[in-house]
């Protein structure tokens, strides 16, 4: 019953389902392998100079590698994006589960 909760939840929210699967897949490719298959960032491609997010990918990268020293110099907001979109997939997840729960 669970899995189908789990299956539903993403079957309702397929595209942020998606994006989320690419991001896994892609950092997890590039911290194992050094395989870079990430979408480079467009502010830096349209505008010349990095954006808030950019470094985002590689402090997860290093993050994955325990290496939190080299993760707080790519950037420093991973530590406070991390916990925040863990936290709200959590609470939105739990959220739908409860609504599931209730109409069945």
Known sequence: ???????????????????????????????????????PCLWKSVFGFSCPGCGLTRAAISLIQLDFYRALAYNPLIFIVLPASVTYFVRDFYRYATKCNRIN
């Not at 079957?11 to 911290?31: C, D, G, H, P, T």
Request: with cysteine; aromatic share 20%.
């Open 1 to 39: 019953m669970k899995l189908f909760i789990v299956y539903k939840y993403f079957q309702a929210r397929w595209l942020v389902s998606l994006v989320l699967a690419y991001m896994v897949f892609s950092i997890l490719l590039n911290a194992f392998t050094a395989i870079d298959i990430c979408i």
